[in-house]
């Protein structure tokens, strides 16, 4: 799994600002581990009048002047849930929107369609379930 920066800026006109770390090519920094991310997070938010850490390898803060901004170490999942994949031990899954479960995303094993199904996920947003078939896909 690789993690990214999520940077929100608030000023005193309480709008948040909310962006991701990039590098020099606009693209998003990307890291292997949350050890590699917490080294930016602290470099970003060192400078200001006062910061710290909210929590380790996850967040941390920086106060200068009326801004101040929080830098958390956030999962960089996929943009669309894949509608079948294959886990690391060969088994096949599937995900879909479950009409008959209040709406929920469901992440299942394709093998068996049974309603009893312990192999059965439900989730309530796509960025929860992203992360479970990215979990999934990495596990052995």
Known sequence: ???????TQVSDNCVPVIYYHTKEDKQV???PHPNHASIDAIEITRYGDAYGCIKPQQSYFSTQGDTTIVV???PHLENVLPKDFVDK??????TFIDLCYYDM??????????FNNPLSFHFDTTEQAALFVQLLKEAC
Do not use: F, H, N, P
């Open 29 to 31: 920094c990307l890291y």
């Open 1 to 7: 799994m690789q993690y990214k920066l999520k940077i």
């Open 105 to 114: 995303v469901c992440v299942r094993w394709a093998d068996d369609k049974s």
């Open 72 to 74: 958390e170490i956030v």
């Open 89 to 94: 031990r060969g088994r096949k899954w599937e």
